[in-house]
């Protein structure tokens, strides 16, 4: 698909999300190209007098919507939000994400779980039957990474899942630090039949901060594609 369709079908469905933002509510906010529209249409409503308080969930998403003059808080300073919404890598029909293409996993889903509700807004190629197709993201602490990296792979193999576990780089070649300071592996295993399994391995193994399976959090999902947009589950 065309960069500048897929773009035009993210803003799509970035402005039919905003349609559940109400004056005094406490939101998060995303991260990725999804997310940055969905947050460029936000800040033009608080330019026109928006009453909101949000949390961003990655300095790249905090250094947006402070140049948006967004009203920013952290999640210490509000810690129930009304509603997130964020974007996904992937998303089946049961609501269940993979995310951390873009390394801000762990901060969207504490941001996630603090959240009555959670509107995850993509363009439709991120629609799958399965997850797997990309390569999920697990968050990992770098103390005995190599360690880590062999409990994951086994984990995976316990599910008969195998694949290429990388370690995630900058494009200039050095290591992928995420905000909190952790490195990410992105691991092919291709589909995954039973994500609640592998998250729970996931979870299990010391090193591991946080894996990129957003299970039973997203509350709707407002996709765009060619067709118009739809929304899968409840948006109110
Ligand atoms: O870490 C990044 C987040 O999980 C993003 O929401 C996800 O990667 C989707 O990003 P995009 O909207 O740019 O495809």
Redesign the pocket.
């Known amino acids: 698909m065309p960069v500048d369709a897929a773009d035009d079908m993210?803003k799509r469905a970035a402005a039919a999300a905003l349609a559940a933002v109400a004056p005094g509510m406490r939101l998060g906010l995303?991260?990725?190209?999804?997310?940055a529209h969905f947050v460029a249409l936000l800040g033009e409503r608080v330019r026109e007098g928006l009453d909101i308080l949000c949390v961003p969930t990655s300095e790249r998403t905090r250094a947006q919507a402070e140049a948006l003059a967004i009203p920013l808080a952290t999640l210490d300073e509000a810690p129930e939000l009304d509603l997130t919404v964020?974007?996904?890598?992937e998303f089946d029909s049961s609501l269940r994400l993979v995310?951390?293409?873009?390394?801000?996993?762990l901060r969207?889903k504490i941001v996630a779980a603090a959240s009555r509700r959670f509107i995850v807004v993509a363009d439709a190629t991120k629609r799958v039957e399965t997850l797997g197709a990309f390569p999920l993201p697990v968050e990992i602490d770098a103390f005995g990474a190599r360690a880590t990296r062999g409990h994951v792979e086994r984990a995976a193999a316990a599910l008969g899942l195998s694949g290429e576990v990388r370690l995630r780089s900058r494009p200039d070649g050095h290591v992928f630090v995420t905000d909190g300071g952790h490195l990410v592996l992105d691991c092919a295993f291709g589909a995954i039949p039973a994500p609640e399994a592998l998250a729970d391995r996931l979870a299990a193994i010391p090193g591991v901060v946080e894996h990129g399976l957003f299970l039973g959090l997203a509350t709707a999902v407002v996709v765009a594609g060619p067709g118009g947009v739809e929304s899968l589950g409840r948006l109110d």
Request: aromatic content about 0%; proline content about 0%; glycine content about 36%.
């Open positions: 993210k995303g991260t990725g190209s999804t997310a964020d974007g996904a890598d995310k951390g293409g873009g390394g801000a996993l969207e």
